[in-house]
DNA sequence: AACGGTTTGTAACAGTCTGTAACAACAATC
DNA sequence: GATTGTTGTTACAGACTGTTACAAACCGTT
């Protein structure tokens, strides 16, 4: 990463946040989960996983610092990556009601989540009722943000896509104090691709014909949008993301 | 639809069946949930739809019997089906936390769901603690069901899209008493390819190819299974919906 | 039984995306 | 600083799906 690229958007100052961003904004803070919940710090390199598919279900996971993609696994070796997790998501909800967890987390740069074990949370959600609303919110919000990425690949040619896609980590960016027009993309073509169900290639591609329309500028990781409302046109309106 | 065809997969005898099939299957049963909640049976034709994307927020549902399609809209008009729901799946609750419904539920054919005003549920959940576990194992399910499905479009051709389609229904035809060998698909090809992210005329060519390997019989929508193992093989080991 | 409208099937053609491959840029290691 | 491996880019050929068009089957109605 250049020197330049590490000043855009790095590890966030320790800026208190709510928990769960993909929710509504409500007013539960970390301090007063703090209180009932024994929050264990973990630090993750990338490539690391926070867990893996079949690990005993424990733990609901707070992103604090840096990123994670979720993968999901088939049983003849296929692979996708489902969506990018950031700070104040939450991460495990999906695999609530199960053994074990139903898919990867993995790091994918030196991050850190904090660990919010599952039993001490439903205790805490007897006494703490907004936390149950809270929980019960991010999961209902993951489903709306999971369909709105499905009539995004069900509807949207490749370039299309890519462009729906960077706005989408632009518009993540600004609501986490960041440049939504400048930013560093935390995962490789690859993970892209897959996310987008592409092929890396096809990413490239199209990537660089937003760059040589000058939609953006593009090299490498590091993007600069240049025109945002050339890049909403090319995404058909935008995202819907609830 | 033939005589025989109704033979098939009718309306459902009113055989009972547990709150959220979703979930575990676990014991909460639905005289149980009327006597916290007052349920309204509410009927609809073909066509019709139980909610909107807009309208006010205000009850959860539970299919009693036929066949709804759930479909994400986008501002431009682009539309997608994001999935079937039967007897004993819960709808609306990907809403929850909203003020307005964030997608349209239309009915596949005349069918019923039982509506359980959402407040009424909220103050349900207070006392019944495996109604709201339920709720929220039902959500996770959903996350889950919804992820699985973009492994399958993220990675299969036209052709094994389809197959692991017919397996998916067959299965859900299975769990409720029903043949998986001999069905009915209640949803246009229209519909079906939407929800593949395929086109219709790509799904009439996978299913007239799948009638031609001798895997299934079809005839518009009446799907005979004549080798299990060999649909499997072609979906890629099938789908691994927890 | 005849009539439109809808749904479904088939075909030829065009277009996008993919697969392959070679190369360039960068990172990590020695 | 050279080397090795990873990641990203680009070009070209090819496969699959989308597009378009039309015909047939089905549905509900008259």
Redesign the interface.
């Given at each position: 990463m250049t020197a330049l690229a590490s000043a855009v958007n790095a590890t966030p100052t320790a800026k208190p946040y709510a928990l769960l961003t993909l929710?509504?904004g409500g007013q539960l803070d970390i301090e007063a989960l703090r209180r009932h919940v024994p929050v264990r710090r973990c630090k993750h390199a990338a490539g690391q996983g926070v867990y893996r598919a079949g690990q005993a279900f424990e733990a609901l996971y707070l992103v604090h610092a840096g990123s994670y993609k979720?993968c999901?696994?088939?049983?003849?070796g296929?692979?996708?990556v489902?969506g990018f997790r950031m700070r104040g998501d939450l991460i495990g909800?999906?695999?609530?009601?199960?053994k074990n967890y139903?898919?990867d987390v993995i790091a994918l740069e030196d991050s850190e989540a904090w660990e919010l074990p599952y039993p001490a949370v439903l205790r805490a959600c007897l006494q703490l009722p907004e936390l149950?609303?809270r929980?019960?919110?991010a999961?209902?919000?993951?489903?709306?943000r999971?369909?709105?990425?499905?009539?995004m690949?069900?509807?949207?040619a490749a370039e299309r896509r890519v462009a729906a896609f960077l706005l989408d980590v632009a518009a993540r960016y600004a609501h986490m104090g960041y440049s939504a027009k400048h930013f560093i993309l935390r995962m490789s073509r690859i993970d892209m691709a897959?996310?987008l169900?592409l092929k890396h290639e096809t990413v490239s591609r199209a990537l660089s014909r937003l760059n040589d329309l000058s939609v953006i500028s593009v090299q490498r990781r590091e993007v600069r949008v240049l025109d945002v409302d050339g890049l909403r046109t090319i995404a058909?309106?935008?995202m819907?993301v609830?």
């Open positions: 929710a509504d979720t999901e696994l088939a049983d003849d296929r692979e996708q489902t909800a999906e695999s609530i009601g199960l139903s898919c149950q609303a929980i019960t919110h999961l209902a919000a993951e489903v709306r999971d369909r709105s990425w499905m009539l690949l069900g509807t949207l897959s996310f169900a058909g309106s935008g819907a609830s």
